[in-house]
């Protein structure tokens, strides 16, 4: 029996932020997906934004700098960057996603731009068609 072939899995912001401050909240499935050294991890530079929004807003709190915490967590973590190209700008005119939210949109569309397996714990982004989904559930 031979092992599962390497997966470049692109990481939702709350995902990314759960592996590190919480991951008792993805399933063991996910979990155990995500620790597979055979895998590679990637980031869009949208869930970086998120997430210094996020701390500016109170909304999660980390226990250093936001710019500390996200340069340890990227190196410890060993994630790729998925850039914001013009590619990923085309692929969001070109989704069917049940919401607006631009971040959204642009982590969806870097994962279509790329061929990335987008790892999400969003029910709007799972039901999107046009990309490969990893659901934390």
């Known amino acids: 029996m031979g092992r599962n072939p390497l997966m ?27 620790d597979d050294p055979e895998n590679q991890l990637w980031l869009s530079p949208i869930s970086i934004w998120e997430l210094l929004m996020l701390t500016r807003k109170g909304r999660v709190q980390l226990n250093e700098d936001p710019v500390l915490w996200t340069r340890r967590t990227l190196e410890q973590l060993q994630l790729h960057e998925a850039p914001l190209t013009n590619e990923v700008a085309l692929e969001t005119s ?30 709007k982004l799972i039901a999107a068609p046009e990309i490969k989904v990893l659901a934390n559930r």
């Open 8 to 34: 470049k899995l692109l990481l939702d912001t709350h995902i990314w932020i759960w592996m590190v401050l919480q991951p008792t909240r993805l399933s063991r499935r996910v979990a155990r997906v995500l």
């Open 94 to 123: 070109i989704l069917t996603l049940a919401h607006s939210d631009p971040s959204d949109r642009l982590i969806a569309a870097s994962a279509k731009a790329f061929d990335l397996t987008l790892v999400t714990a969003d029910e």
